[in-house]
């Protein structure tokens, strides 16, 4: 089956506008999304530490399959992140240590993909920031087809190429770019927010005392 490929004209932000988002952690950004926009929990970087900045570049892959993502590394832009649909498959790695080095060729700034990979200590060793479902030695095929630039929802959370993909080792959230502007705002603010509610912390004022939760009910038996 062919590779099908979206055309695309999403807004390419340049570096000063994705620094902006550098301190801003997944998780205080999917608040700000009523706690939405975030890929499944079993989605983790292959490393501890590793973090993800970046526009989303998105592949379908056929189950097993890599066609579509070796196509993708070669049109991606630099310091975009690709973003894989494999189908949760964790039992064939679709990505290893021949793609982490033509990733790292054209200066693409991660991956994220519902699926496995392998060789995992090249990838550890190379400080290529990668984020899967699974670890696996068993290896893909070629040729079922897949789509580059669709549509996509990865581990759960919908992505489309352009989108900013924001990780960490919590996981991953995707803020639609369409929404940037007010999201990042939002994202500041709340960063404040935390900072206030952990300088009363430490004055001894501890959160549950300001939620209005009254008192606990008193079970008899």
């Known amino acids: ?3 099908q490929r979206y055309k695309t004209d999403f807004k390419i932000l340049d570096e000063a506008a994705l620094r902006l988002w550098k301190e801003l952690p997944p998780a205080v950004v999917s608040d ?12 983790k970087p292959v490393k501890q530490g590793m973090t993800l900045l970046g526009q989303a570049r998105t592949v379908t892959c056929m189950v097993g399959d890599n066609s579509a993502l070796h196509m993708a590394i070669g049109m991606a832009e630099p310091g975009q992140i690709l973003v894989v649909d494999a189908g949760g498959f964790e039992d064939t790695a679709i990505w290893g240590g021949i793609m982490t080095r033509a990733a790292i060729k054209q200066s693409i700034g991660g991956l994220v993909v519902d699926g496995a990979v392998r060789d995992v200590a090249e990838i550890r060793e190379f400080g290529f920031s990668t984020f899967a479902r699974a670890i696996v030695p068993a290896g893909p095929h070629k040729g079922f087809g897949g789509i580059i630039d669709g549509a996509i929802a990865c581990a759960g959370c919908p992505v489309k190429s352009g989108d900013i993909v924001i990780g960490d080792d919590d996981g991953v959230c995707v803020v639609p770019l369409e929404r940037a502007d007010e999201i990042l705002k939002a994202s500041i603010d709340k960063i404040a927010q935390e900072e206030q509610t952990n300088a009363q912390t430490a004055e001894g004022n501890i959160p549950g005392d300001r939620l209005g939760l009254g008192e606990a009910e008193i079970i008899s038996g």
Do not use: D, K, S
Request: glycine share 6%; with cysteine.
């Open 32 to 43: 700000c999304m009523n706690r939405t926009q975030v890929m499944a929990g079993a989605i």
């Open 1 to 3: 089956m062919p590779i």
